[in-house]
C-alpha cells in the first residue's frame, strides 16, 4: 500500500476523531449545565426549606417560597443559555458576530417582545415589594381573581373558586388586591325591619359576635372584639346593620358565614324579623293628620266585554 492511500486513511481517521471529540464535548458540556441546574435548584430548595423552619410567620414563609421558585427559574434560564453558548462553540461557530449582531437583532426583537420585557421587570418588582406571594388570594382585575398557585417573573397562574386556572401574564398587572396579606376584615350587613329597635338588634349583634369569639375554634381566627359599626343605611323594605371582625388572613369568608348562620337563629328565637322584600304605597298625609282616601278605579277594557253569569263563551263559527 502506497504513502497517498495511508494519508487518506490517516486524515479519515483524524476526521472522525475530531468528530467524535466534538460530540464528547458536546454531551459533556449538556451533563454539566443538566448536573449544574439540579443541584442548585436542590440547594435553592434546602435553603429554603431550612430557612421555613426558622420562620414562625406564615406570611415570610409564603414569601420565601415565593422567592424561591422564582430563583429556581433563573438558575434554570441562565445556566441553559451559557450551555447553548459553550454548544456553539465546540461546533466552530464564532460567537464574536452573534454577539454582535445580537445588538441589532435585539433593537429590532425588543420592539416587538415589549410585552415580554414588561412582564419580566413588572414580576421582579411584584417579588421584590413582597405584593404577591403563594398561597395568597388576590384580585388583578374584574376577571382575575383567585388564589397564588404558582408565580414566576413572566406570569402568575390563578385558580378561581369554580376550580378554573388563570395564567396572568406581569405586564398586565395594573393593581394588586391581596385578600389575605397580615389580616382581614369580616364585614357582615343585616337587614331587619323598621319596627324592630336598632339598640336591640345591634346588642344581640354583639352578644353572638362575643360567644362565637369565645369559642375555641374560632379564637385563633378572631383576633379583635366584634366592632358594631351601627345603622350603615336605609334600604327600602329593611334597615341594614353592619358588624364587622379582625380575623387572621384568609379566614374571613369563613367567620362571616358561620356569623350569619347564628345571627339568623339569635333572630328567630328573639321573635325580629328579617323582613322580605315589599313596596309600600302611601298616599300623602297633611300636616294636621288628616290623610285623603287613596283612590282606586276599575278600567274595563272595551275589547274584553263581561259575560253574564249564566253565559257561556261560544267558539265562531266560519
Known sequence: MNADVWNSLLLRWGGLGGVTSTALRVVAILLAAWLAIAVLQRMIRLVRLRLSTHLHDIEAQRRAETLGRALRYIVAVVISALAFMLVLGEMGISLAPILG????????????????????????FLLLENQIRVGDVVRLSERHAGLVEEMTLRYVRLRDYDGHVHYVPNGSISEVINMTH?????????????????????????????????????????????????????????????????????????????????????????????????????????????????????????????????????????
Open 182 to 318: 397580615g389580616f382581614a376584615q369580616a364585614v357582615c350587613d343585616v337587614g331587619v325591619a323598621y319596627r324592630e329597635n336598632a339598640d336591640e338588634v345591634l346588642e344581640v349583634m354583639r352578644e353572638v359576635g362575643e360567644a362565637m369569639r369565645a369559642e375555641e375554634a374560632f379564637a385563633d381566627r378572631m383576633l379583635d372584639a366584634t366592632e358594631i359599626v351601627g345603622v350603615e343605611r336605609w334600604d327600602d323594605s329593611a334597615v341594614i346593620l353592619r358588624a364587622r371582625f379582625k380575623v387572621s388572613a384568609g379566614q374571613q369568608w369563613t367567620v362571616r358565614r358561620e356569623y350569619l348562620r347564628r345571627l339568623k337563629a339569635a333572630f328567630d328565637a328573639r321573635g325580629i324579623e328579617i323582613p322580605y322584600p315589599h313596596l309600600t304605597l302611601y298616599a300623602g298625609e297633611g300636616k294636621d293628620g288628616s290623610a285623603p282616601a287613596f283612590r282606586t278605579q276599575m278600567v274595563r277594557d272595551p275589547a274584553r266585554p263581561t259575560l253574564a253569569a249564566n253565559d257561556t263563551p261560544r267558539p265562531e263559527r266560519a
Open 101 to 124: 449582531a445580537a445588538g441589532v437583532v435585539g433593537v429590532a426583537v425588543g420592539f416587538g417582545a415589549q410585552s415580554l420585557v414588561k412582564d419580566y421587570f413588572n414580576g421582579f
